[in-house]
């Protein structure tokens, strides 16, 4: 079979990378290359920062309506090709078509469409110093910005940076995880097809600490969205502080889901599973801390695991898997290196632990059982670091203070699941939990317009509403003094 060729997007064009080096792209689910990937670096970062600049004074004055009917149109083009881009999702991560066709894909449209209607909304902010003078507050684009996204939701991602940065007036390069760029070299053609301007999005493919660390780098580059891990994460950091740029970092998590006695148990039960394991856990949200009031610990524990057990593991293209491939052999290695240490450190494996054989094609794919593990304290490396993989570790606690201080005693704060009936005691954990997104009685219960981030090292800063707007925009005040009498 011959190989898909991917290509940078510079300047509206496909490229070649400068070097002509290419990477092998492999689909996990068979562990077979299918399509090769542009091997960028300094040179291919510079031909899009160029391309970027010289689109941006034209795409700055745009008018909102403008990009509002582009990004609009880009919405309407990734739909009607949803399932295209959806079977690319899947052969590029692992992941069931069924959560490519009704996630990952919808989601990228509703990005475009939430902020196409964002360019038009927009609105600044005006202090009136009574009798004296006015201050405006304009809101400019920041210039060129750098989007940098990972593997585990590759459009869906992607899309969540671009189409802010786009509908505030920026020009941007972008790189996808080199694990998973196929639906981003898609979204090239669309924004073609659509007719977005010429370097007004860039997209260089290639390795994270090549043409990665060359976005970051890019003097002209003014600032950087990154979602990825806390170790990349802590290096951008470092990178960005001494050239000052603005940066907002979503970084990893390891997420308490605390359920109480009282709780509504089936939904408590649905929920659990589907945050421990949707997308095999490789969600920065998934729940995999699992603390249960000790007098529903051993009920719940045991409907637990015999719906952990019915999921089905298997070939991402049929329609009745739940669990897909992991992403990569590295990953898999990880996860599964997770699980060892986890009885290492005294864990009981109570289903799942290994990896999952699978009938061809996909003998050789990359999957693991769902794993449901118990007898482990706070303070193990296991949860206290972050798998992203399917594996959920439980635990009894007897009073909400105890649970409080299971949930806050890991370096990570992204997000946090409650459930109970009672809601003054929800809203009371609410308050006290070290974490940026709390959810009672739900989870990945999500409204665009919220503030999306983490705290600790979960990174710095918010994505989402006027949060994403605002930080690819500059505020400068202006202040008009009135004229005396
Ligand atoms: P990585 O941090 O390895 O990579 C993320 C992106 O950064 C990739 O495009 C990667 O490129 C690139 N990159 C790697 N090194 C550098 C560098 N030195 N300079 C610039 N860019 C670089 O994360 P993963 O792709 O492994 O994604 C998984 C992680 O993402 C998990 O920790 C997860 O929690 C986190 N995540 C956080 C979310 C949030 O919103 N908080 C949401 C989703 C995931 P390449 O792939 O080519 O190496």
Redesign the pocket.
Known sequence: MSLLIIENYIAGQGQPPCRRQYLDNVNPATGEPYARIPRSDTDDVEAAVQAAERAFPTWSQSTPEQRFRLLNRIADLIERDLEAYALAETTDTGKPLSVARSVDIPRAVANFRFFATAALQFASEAHPMTNLAINYTLRQPVGIAGC??????PLY?FTWKIAPALAAGNCVVG?????TPVTAWMLARTCQEAGLPPGVLNIVH????E???A??AHPKIKAIS????????R??AA?AAPVFKKLSL????KNPHIVFADCRLEEALQTAVRAGFSNNGQ???CGSRLYIERPLYARFRDALVQRVQALKVGNPMQSDTDLGALVSQAHLDKVLSYIELAQAEGGRVLCGGQRVQVAAPCEHGYFVAPTLIEGLGLHCRTNQE?I?GPVLTIQPFDTAEEALALANGVDYG?AASIWTQDLSCAHRMAEQLHSGIVWINCWMLRDLRTP???IKQ??IGR?GGWEAMRFFTEPKNVCVKYAEG
Do not use: D, M
């Not at 979503?250 to 998590?253: F, R, S, W």
């Open positions: 940098i996204s990972p593997w585990n939701l991602l790189k996808p995880s080199e694990l290639g390795l994270g600490p043409a990665g660390q976005i970051v990154f979602t990825g891990g806390t170790h990349t994460g290096h951008i990178a979503e970084l990893g998590g969600i920065c949200l972050e992203f992204l999306f981030g983490g979960s990174g994505e």
